[in-house]
């Protein structure tokens, strides 16, 4: 089984604060997903990043993908409160592009 | 479009009672997948289907069951609840896409909203 750790597992962080969330594997990955998941609700995907050394960003957000495919890392600049939630990376395992794995959860919270 | 649906939304169960949950998508997708979250948690893969009449097991399928009929449903099935199954179980289908650059196909997922199930 690959799997996939996060770190940290909490964060409670002031609005205007930046913040890293880290994912990491012992094993290579095609590509790494992130989902972001409010309260009640499922998963929504961020973004996928495909490519070792790949930075994606989506507005205040930016994505790294390691180097060498076995890590990833989200980085929030200036949080605020709506950035609140459970942040999810996965990945397909080796050999198969049918299913993901999913790491264990970052759950960020962002307060004024 | 309603994307992914479920129901029922909140149930709870006594031990031993069996119930099916139920995941509609509108979005013509072949793969379907059932997860459940423990609270804090990450998901864990059930169950899933590469298209109708076809499912295989994920990391956890033990007490429970699933059928494909048609593309549109999948629905998961629980035969003797256990309290180790109070869960929040999410259904969600996956749309592939084909990244040129990379030769390689990126998913996507949709989620539905969940359904939390109580065992008692």
């Known amino acids: 089984t690959q799997l996939l750790e996060q770190s940290p597992q909490f964060l409670s962080i002031q609005e205007g604060e930046n913040l890293t969330v880290y994912c990491n594997s012992s094993s290579v990955f095609s590509s790494l997903q992130w989902y972001r998941q409010e309260p009640g609700e499922g998963p929504v995907l961020l973004v996928t990043v495909v490519t070792g050394g790949e930075v994606k960003k989506l507005k205040r957000l930016t994505f790294q993908f390691g180097d060498a495919r076995k890590d990833s890392s989200l980085h929030i600049t200036a949080a605020q409160p709506g950035d609140t939630g459970l942040y999810l990376c996965a990945g397909p395992p080796t050999g198969t592009a049918s299913k993901l794995t999913f790491g264990t959860g970052t759950r960020l919270q962002v307060t004024l | 479009n309603a994307g992914v649906t479920q129901t029922p939304k909140f149930r709870i169960l006594k031990i031993g009672q069996s119930m099916t949950l139920q995941c509609t998508q509108d979005m013509n997708h072949n793969y379907m997948y059932w997860y459940r979250q423990d609270p804090g948690m990450g998901l864990k893969l059930i169950y899933y289907?590469?298209?109708?009449?076809?499912?295989d097991k994920g990391e956890v399928p033990n007490g429970y069951n699933v059928s494909r009929s048609t593309t549109e449903d999948f629905p998961l099935r629980l035969e003797l609840a256990a309290p180790s199954q109070t869960s929040v179980y999410f259904c969600a289908s996956r749309k592939a896409n084909w990244d040129w650059r990379e030769g390689q196909s990126t998913d996507t997922q949709y989620f539905g909203p969940g359904t939390r199930l109580t065992v008692l």
């Open positions: 289907s590469v298209g109708a009449g076809i499912t």
